[in-house]
């Protein structure tokens, strides 16, 4: 069908463009790298890692759940996702980052739990709709085959809805991330910031899960994310350089998931973890070199008095 990955890059992009599925494929993995991108970035500031590898999960049963009841899988992605969210952000303990090591224990054991009910949710489904192997495997590790074009203005319309929200919630959100308690002392709704936050989170996780499988969506949210920070201390910047590297990780996995027999989210995967890790050295080698700043808190001031005007 192809004459193969080569070192030609207009021969190799004639060739993923010579196949509408690969268009929108492009089209779609573009739309959720953009969002997993940005939200992902501001779920690692505000450490809430676990809760979106969760929330990637349940995308999982509510895909199967969906297949079972004859719908489309994205119904079920979304609704899970944003479903979970909600029942996350009501779950005592959560969103308690203060509160020292215990809040710290009782949110993981509240957000382990939804998990794996989750997780044995999907496994019932799958068998009730007495899913093939392969069927399975698309759900769980992604394919860039079959995605169709309403399919890509549904990611974009969500996607859209969702970087509008989070730009609305910019300010109070990056508040109450640096300082939850202050941010609360100057009337921010801390709580109310903190659900809408997990309801984006989950709208990413449900759209991402579509390209790159549920079990694997995590590590778009993150790689790119963990990366991003490790090279810079400015939030703005940081935002742009995850967004720019989840692009990127997203384009050249589909890209070799094209010429090769391996699926998009273990490409994803594996050069989400490369660049982490190269990203990792490079702020070791400049931490010991004395070049690289520590990554500092805003100033308080500043921040409460810009957010509360």
Known sequence: MTAGLNWNLVDVIRQLLSFHFMVNALRAGTIVAVVAGAIGYLMVLRRQSFAGHTLAVIGFPGAAGATWLGLDAAFGYFGFCVAGALIISALPGVDRRNAGLGGFSEESAAIGTVQAFALACGFLFVGLYHGFLNGLNNLLFGTIIGITDQQVLVLLIAGTGCLVALVALGRPLLFSTIDPDVARARGVPTRLVSTAFLVLLGIAAGGT?????????????????????????????????????????????????????????????????????????????????????????????????????
């Open 209 to 309: 899960s579509q390209i790159t499988g549920s079990l694997l969506v995590f590590a778009l949210l993150v790689a790119p994310a963990a990366a991003a920070t490790r090279l810079t201390a400015q939030p703005a910047v940081g935002l742009a350089l995850s967004i720019a590297l989840a692009v990127l990780i997203t384009w050249m996995g589909e890209t070799f998931a094209f010429f090769s027999p391996y699926p998009i989210g273990f490409w994803v995967t594996t050069l989400g973890f490369a660049i982490f890790l190269l990203a990792t050295a490079y702020r070791g080698i400049t931490d010991r070199a004395g070049r690289h700043p520590t990554i500092p808190s805003p100033p308080q001031r500043a921040l409460s008095e810009s957010t509360t005007r």
